[in-house]
């Protein structure tokens, strides 16, 4: 498709290529636009276009694109676009853009819709409020199904979502909902306030967009509605703004569990120092608590010396606690995000981690007792101080317990990071990292210092 | 919430329990009997539950509870709770159940329904047959908007999704929809044919179910028709499956990117043995792979008598060179799970982490320069050979190098897997570990021969 349309547009067939293109997906026009090579040809492929599904289109595009092309707008342009959009998607725009832009686009809306627009950007960035749109349909609770048929066919063209519509009385407070289902399913004189359904799920402006989407999986929800703080029905979230937000979390998550600050755009949209930026400060953490585990081996420098074929398995101890350690973190903090853990589950948690713990580090000790006879002694000649199976048995009984403290390490921190109200998966993964990683070598030396001359 | 039902559930108060559940939302009360940590209270109260209510709350209730709850069925009441659900939950509650229960549920359902659900268990599990179900609503093209509402008022009562509807030739054929929105806003005496949509966005049987879940996020969909091999219509997948498969696939990248294999059920849910099995393999897998580790030290073990200083930096080293290409991995493997990344950006990603690895490595080797200088040398006297300048460079160097491999190889590797048909985020994680800490050793004491007498 996008090698045709390219070829379609070097070659000049416009009459072609708006046929083609009038016969695709506006998301597919869109990532062909948005991973085009060449900037120049954009606005020209746009204008091809037929008119509503351009507009279609620049919804999906990326902000960069979108400011290209709004650059090559006139003013009756970018009205034209402006008309079609939907409300929440018009606020992400003007947000992405530079401030000259933005007053533009907001010149470009009359002063109600200008009024709106300014009280969704005024919503923080995380806040139900900042996804919702304004364009919902409400009845009265007195109306007949008839009235209410009549009002979906006559604002049901601008709404994002029509199969559900809230029923509010005067001062605009929420009192239920009716389904297009509901409606098409009762008689056709049926009073809305006895149809509808006042058990009612709904988000406050300022709640947590992470909290909104949770309710749409929970719930298994379309559409939510947003109230203020006198109950007032605000704005509706659609479900695939709570899509969004689910990939979103779930991407925050996996970047801070890897020691990076979330990025705000995609990977490749973002410029290398923003990247640099994001990783840098962990690295840097971990970097310099590692001076602990530095100091904790040269303090037993001279006994190392003495016994040399330690050293060669101190990254396999602290790798293989660092591997059990963040299994269990990483398993935990995903059950945190997803409402699976909660703080009084800790008890429950360390129990298995626990067992767990116990029957992993007794395969691995009993796994790696074997291969350090087999490969490191008699293969690789680690050993030659004639000390081979103490110094092959602190090794694997040090496994047996830094494996074990790892796991419980690893549960528990992340829990208690939330209860304190830190992000779990930001803060469980350096602090992590350094106690598994100190606690390991300890281990590893005392036990050493117990069972030889060390 | 929770405490008041338990509360008048001790006091036998079960007409004002009654009453209180038939305030909730069913996913509420699903919740509760989730979490209860009674087994024996769940029968009764789901008894208490309006009937249309209980059937709700049954397909949000977890496996080993909806099992408990049929075992305490008579024939009746299971027939009655199952002619409730769609057919989707039924054939996941099926899958799950052991054998003797699925065939109870089996002999209850008629002919008909059976023939559906075993065609609907036959599909693969990660298919988008498995996720499916057959209650949508079909229209002929010939038809007019009028009949099709009356089809809709007719048969909507038990469709999943009523508000698109798929309109078929004689032989089942997809040609297109209308959603319940065209036909509101349309005369009545239109024909189907003239004002359906064809360009349309489907899923066949056999399609994975991610590349499904990815197309409602793509393209912003709430439901998708499923075609067979013959383009005949076989059912549709809704938009809370989808939210499900998502959330889904996000925790599977989690759990393999900490080398876990990914849990059947949820963490609380899973017994002690089977978390056992999803950790052990990729924990020995590891920590046989640090053989290689351990023989490279152990090659150099001679030397590093000489320069004992040098033994108190490996963790350092392999820890920033391990965070270093996590960090990259990470982010590339996320990438590539939506879409972001694809294997043609391998050079773009490759020149963006070069870059990142260059700026991110000169700090850290500055920073550390420092603190070896500060720390290390006058605080803690780790060095005590009189050489300590040359050692500080050996790792200040060390690390400049390694930072920009780690970060070279955390990211290419997971873009060559995925090309090479494994997945990236299994494969990346031990080759990537055990390949950057072998090379972060290699150039260390490849730096440490050339600037010092090692």
Redesign the interface.
Known sequence: MENKVFELLAEKKYTRLRSLLA???P?DIA?ILNESPSKEQLPVIYRILPKALASEVFAYLDSDMQQLIIETFSDAELREVLDELFLDDTVDIIDEMPATVAKRILKQTDAATRKKINQLLAYPDDSAGSIMTTEYIDLKRDMTVDSA?EK??RV??NAED??TCYVIDKSRRLLGYVT??DL??NGRDDIIGDIMEE?I?FATTLEDKEEVADK?????L?VLPVVDKEDRLVGIVT??D???V??EE??E???K????SP?EK???KTD??S??KA??P???L???S??I???I??SF??R??VF??L??????L???AG??G??S????I??LS?G??EFR?IF??LW?EL??GI??SI??AV??FG?MWL??YWL???FDSGKQLAEITVVCITLLFT?IAAKLIGSVLPILAKKIGFDPAVMASPLI?TAV?AIS?VIYFAVAMLLLEF
Chains 1, 2 share one sequence.
Not at 216 to 220: A, G, I, P, R, T
Request: hydrophobic content about 50%.
């Open positions: 016969e695709m997906n998301a990532q048929f979906i066919r049901g063209e029509i199969y297009v289902k098409l399913l058990n799920i749409f999986q929970k719930y298994d379309t479900v695939d709570a899509i969004d689910l990939q779930a991407t998550d996996i970047e569990m890897a020691a990076i990025l995609s990977y490749l290398t120092f990247i640099f990783r840098i962990w690295l840097m971990l970097m310099l590692s001076t585990t530095g100091a081996i040269s420098e001279a190392l010396t040399p074929a050293i060669a398995f101190i990254p396999m602290m790798g293989t591997n059990s963040s299994q973190s990483v398993t935990v995903r059950g997803l699976e853990i589950d429950k948690v298995k067992r767990v029957i992993a395969a691995l796994v790696n291969k490969v490191d690789l000649g680690t494996v990292t990683d070598l």
